[in-house]
């Protein structure tokens, strides 16, 4: 059965009270090797990425499970409706044998159909996922240098993200809450070409204001599609995601972090006619400038900043990539 997408009337599989009322399992570790390669994706300008391989495709799940029928387990210990997480592990681990897509949000999609069609009593799922990502190292000999098919690095950071909500209808479906894709933790520093100025000044403000300073930001960017079954024909990738943030950075002299998040919105928008929003969350984490003259003309020594950290949250919806085209004509 694949997953019926209704945007706008899944139905709500709510019980009268309207209570809180889920299980499952987190950091389901899953280490698929030779999946599908993710192929054809659309270059753009911003990044070199141009698909994955597959080789490993590795995720770190999370998985919640709805449904009346667990009322019984909370309310009277009843454990003859309840689906031991330990079985929803395997159950993700074994579907992942036979998982035929190339990406996360697919395979999401995918165990949420077969949870649904092997458990009727099950009325909803929220899953999320943390793709691990593995790339290819470098190899050398008398020949010159070239990219193992066999060894991999892990990459720590900068992950693919995606999370999908889906509920059981009235007719036996299971229709999409939500879902959204995304990329974390990048953490991206300019070392000059960033102001901060301009803010009210009162008897709280303490901070100088800097007409040069050296921008570290931790970035968390997360989007939703127009039509949500897109990301099969159009996928979005976090690599170009996060080449478009890098590229604007660079090309910004920028006044504030919640411009430049602005900036970098409207690009991916503009790049990918398939979103309908990208929202971004983000950390600031400028360093602190310690030593002020060095040995090098231009050079500088800092620190890490010390907390408390400032933060900003921002989305923007193609309405206003529309309105600033406008505003620009
Ligand atoms: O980019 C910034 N935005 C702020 O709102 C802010 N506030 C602050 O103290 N430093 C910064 N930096």
């Given at each position: 059965m694949e997953t019926k997408i209704k945007?706008?009337?899944?139905v709500k599989h709510q019980n009268d009270q309207n209570r809180t009322m889920y299980y499952g399992k987190g950091d389901v570790f899953v280490y698929r090797t030779y999946a599908s390669p993710l192929k054809n994706i659309q270059p753009i300008p911003e990044s070199s990425f141009t698909g994955r391989s597959n080789i490993i495709f590795a995720m770190d799940i999370q998985i919640a499970l709805k449904g009346e029928a667990f009322f019984s387990s909370f309310s009277?210990?009843?454990?003859?409706?309840v689906i031991a997480t330990d079985s929803m592990k395997n159950f993700i681990l074994r579907h992942a044998g036979s998982f035929e897509g190339a990406t996360m949000e697919e395979f999401l999609e995918y165990i949420s159909g077969r949870f649904y069609e092997t458990y009727s009593h099950i009325d909803g799922i929220v899953v999320s996922a943390v793709q691990k990502l593995f790339t290819e190292t470098d190899i050398g000999d008398e020949t010159g240098i070239r990219s193992s098919p066999l060894v991999f690095d892990e990459k720590e950071r900068e992950l693919p993200v995606a999370s999908l909500e889906t509920e059981r209808t009235e007719e036996n479906e299971h229709a999409i809450v939500s879902r959204q894709s995304g990329v974390k933790d990048l953490h991206l520093i300019k070392v000059k070409g960033s102001s901060f100025q301009g803010y009210i000044k009162d008897e709280y403000t303490t901070l100088p204001e800097t007409t040069d300073r050296p921008l570290f930001i931790y970035l968390d960017i997360n989007w939703i599609y127009e039509?949500?079954?897109?990301y099969l024909k159009n996928y979005v990738s976090s690599e170009q995601v996060a080449g478009i943030a890098r590229t604007l950075f660079h090309e910004l002299n920028s006044p504030s972090i919640q411009s430049l998040i602005y900036y970098i919105g409207l690009r991916v928008l503009e790049r990918f006619p398939q979103l309908a929003e990208v929202s971004f969350e983000s950390n600031n984490r400028t360093w602190e400038l310690?030593?002020?003259?060095?040995?090098?003309?231009?050079g500088r020594v800092f620190t890490d900043p010390r907390p408390p950290f400032g933060f900003q949250g921002f989305s923007l919806r193609r309405s206003d990539l529309k309105a600033y085209n406008q505003s620009e004509k």
């Open positions: 945007k706008t009337e899944a009277e210990g009843d454990n003859s409706k039509d949500s079954r897109d310690i030593v002020e003259e060095t040995s090098s003309n231009e």
